[in-house]
């Protein structure tokens, strides 16, 4: 079993900057493909950002390439999402997820792991 707690939420000006954190509670975190997923209010799930096991592969979806960063240190068993230029639209719960296999994978229901959320509040 994995716990997974995100951090770094907030309110920020749109074209502001945030930076979530990701901890997880296992040691074997380091084995783990993570993602990062948002859900706004009355819409579905949506992927965000997805990195493999040791931090070499990453994918982003088109919205937020070139603007958003996922990176990973995994000898502090914790996962990042740098978020510049955000925009009122993004404005989500964003969660972060894991999944016992060392591919990534743009797919929400591939992930077992999943944290509580944290609220991203984009003004304009």
């Known amino acids: 079993q994995v716990q997974l707690v995100e951090s770094g939420g907030g309110l920020v000006q749109a074209g502001g900057s945030l930076r979530l954190s990701c901890a997880a509670s296992?040691?074997?975190?380091?084995?783990?493909?993570m993602g990062w997923f948002r859900q706004a209010l009355g819409k579905e799930r949506e992927f965000v950002a997805a990195?493999?096991?040791?931090?070499?592969?990453?994918r982003y979806s088109d919205s937020v390439k070139g603007r958003f960063t996922i990176s990973r240190d995994n000898a502090k068993n914790t996962m990042y999402l740098q978020m510049n230029s955000l925009k009122p639209e993004e404005t989500a719960v964003y969660y972060c997820?894991?999944?016992?296999?060392?591919?990534?994978?743009?797919?929400?229901?591939?992930?077992?792991?999943w944290g509580q959320g944290a609220q991203v509040t984009v003004s304009s």
């Open positions: 997820a894991a999944r016992d296999e060392s591919v990534l994978s743009t797919v929400d229901n591939e992930y077992y792991y």
């Open positions: 296992r040691r074997t975190f380091s084995s783990y493909a």
């Open positions: 990195i493999s096991w040791r931090g070499g592969t990453t």
